[in-house]
């Protein structure tokens, strides 16, 4: 069927509506005058400073060190592996990370890393990092004085949850820092970790830093980040896309950690294939890594890659589970992928049959097997 | 716009109301796909405003102020909505539709009137915005795979409804 909206009809129209609007012009103008006049008042509020000795305003300082505020936690950090052996199985990121944890409560001189910070009642240990070619996980341990909401727990408490595994939101900043100096914003990582409740009180959870959506990234970096709010939803507010001043439960505060990275870049394999079909639709490359596979598609000139869907099959004729939330990232984990089977199916075939494999593999548009011990 | 951002979080109104004058298009596309009103749309931009320049000083990364902004403006489009709605007769609503009757000529609340409330705002993001499916993951809280798969319900929810129109 013909579609009545092409994606640059889409664009077109939902860009519309941003013409001038006497009303709203006026409103705004009204607002901006409302905020100078706020500003001119405090300001005209402000004493004058007192100059005594040369120095008048009072100019606190504060050296935070940041260091294991609580030692009694830290000597229980927990066995090295231990969050990624618990957690693994149940994220949608899973891969055996328990393998490759390797600890982080010490440097190589002996010296103890600040790898746990507690303020408002909430104590988050860092443990343990995996690493693969492009990404790191780390093992973390969130720990509340007074327990965590029993509505955060959905695996136990939510007879209408489906997941085998709940989630926590965090507020996070963040910085990678390069030996030489060079840095790269990446706040917003680590927003949605992913976990289990192992009691009332304690969240264990695999983050998950993605770092294929930056370009130019170094072996070997410091990544420098601060967590501000950790959040979760209450009651069923949880299936709403609206939110109310009581849907949820903050954690305001400062959470400060520093990690050394080097990503394990020779662990990726690139396999190259660049076949298509008459149509012009093919895949350019397969990349294994120690955790995922993914397969780069070829489509037609012109024509966008987000109406296709590339679907990976193991030896035994299985679909990949996906890894992550990157719709094209698999997971092989407990799988055989020595050798591959990779279809490309149109997004209205996939979303349609995406239940039935027979329907999958009649409408598939592509097919080719793929040999990664090359 | 980093350095405009960190200008108005000390104080400086002409920078914050640039920013805001820079966002404005945006803030008012999404508004729009909430209210046909003139009125509400004013409103709900102006209580944005205010809120934003309230609460400007506890954003830590000046890189985010858009999305930090467009969350913001969501939430009051929602509260407004919701506000709304609670205040009309429960045989004056129908569902999936808008509160008032949209202009039937206007290809925006046309297209609009086509998706279910959850896919609206998404479309609005992608489209209208042009944010990232991963970008409108992080505003909306979503993964990026639901986003993707809403969007492509949406697809399917305006082809229905085309179909259907035709019979």
């Not at chain 1, 505020?69 to 899973?94: C, D, E, M, R, W």
């Amino acid at each position: 069927m013909e579609e009545r909206y092409t994606e640059q009809e889409l664009k077109r129209i939902l860009q519309s509506k941003g013409n001038e609007y006497e009303k709203i012009q006026k409103k705004m103008e009204e607002t901006y005058r409302m905020i100078e006049e706020t500003q001119q008042r405090k300001r005209g509020a402000r004493k004058p400073a007192v100059w005594a000795g040369g120095l008048a305003a009072a100019m606190a300082v504060c050296i935070i060190t940041l260091g294991i505020s609580n030692p009694v936690l830290a000597a229980k950090l927990p066995v090295i592996g231990a969050i990624f052996q618990a957690v693994q199985t149940y994220v949608s990121y899973s891969g055996d990370f328990s393998k490759d944890a390797i600890p982080l409560a010490e440097t190589e001189n002996g010296e103890e890393n600040n790898l746990v910070q507690t303020d408002q009642g909430i104590t988050v240990a860092i443990s343990e990092i995996a690493r693969d070619d492009k990404s790191f996980y780390l093992g973390i341990t969130m720990t509340s004085e007074e327990g965590f909401p029993k509505d955060f727990n959905r695996v136990k408490n939510d007879t209408e949850y489906v997941l085998e595994y709940d989630t926590m939101n965090c507020q996070t900043t963040g910085e990678l820092v390069t030996a030489n100096g060079k840095k790269l914003d990446m706040s917003g990582e680590l927003g949605i970790l992913e976990g289990i409740f192992i009691d009332d009180n304690t969240f264990q959870t695999i983050g998950y830093v993605d770092l294929s959506g930056y370009e130019k990234i170094a072996d070997n970096f410091t990544y420098n980040f601060e967590i501000t709010d950790i959040w979760s939803y209450l009651g069923e507010n949880y299936y709403s896309s609206e939110t109310t001043e009581n849907s949820e439960m903050h954690y305001s505060g400062s959470w400060k950690f520093s990690v050394d990275v080097s990503l394990d870049k020779a662990s990726a394999k690139v396999i190259e294939v660049n076949q298509t079909n008459e149509q012009g639709i093919g895949i350019a490359t397969v990349t294994k890594g120690k955790y995922y596979i993914t397969a780069e598609i070829i489509v037609p000139e012109g024509e966008e890659k987000d109406r296709y869907i590339v679907l990976i099959y193991d030896e035994e004729g299985n679909r990949l589970d996906s890894f992550g939330s990157n719709v094209e990232y698999y997971s092989v984990k407990d799988r055989k992928t020595d050798k591959i089977t990779v279809r490309v199916c149109s997004e209205a075939d996939f979303f349609m049959n995406k239940a039935e494999e027979e329907k999958l593999k009649e409408h598939a548009l592509y097919q080719v097997e793929v040999n990664c011990n090359q | 716009m980093i350095f405009k951002v960190k200008r108005a979080q000390r104080g400086d109104t002409k920078a914050f109301v640039e920013l805001m004058e820079e966002n404005r298009q945006a803030m008012q596309r999404i508004a729009f796909g909430y209210f046909s009103c003139e009125d509400d749309v004013a409103d709900v931009m102006q209580q944005t405003t205010l809120n934003a320049f309230e609460k400007l000083k506890t954003l830590r990364n000046p890189v985010y102020f858009k999305t930090w902004l467009i969350r913001i403006h969501i939430n009051n489009c929602n509260a407004l909505y919701n506000a709304k709605k609670n205040c009309m007769a429960v045989d004056e609503m129908e569902e999936g539709r808008y509160l008032e009757e949209y202009p039937s000529e206007d290809e925006f609340y046309q297209l609009i009137a086509d998706l279910s409330e959850e896919n609206r705002l998404i479309f609005q993001l992608y489209y209208g915005e042009e944010y990232t499916t991963k970008e409108i993951g992080r505003i909306l809280h979503m993964k990026e795979s639901t986003v993707r798969s809403r969007l492509y319900r949406g697809k399917e929810q305006i082809k229905r409804k085309l179909e259907t129109s035709v019979r």
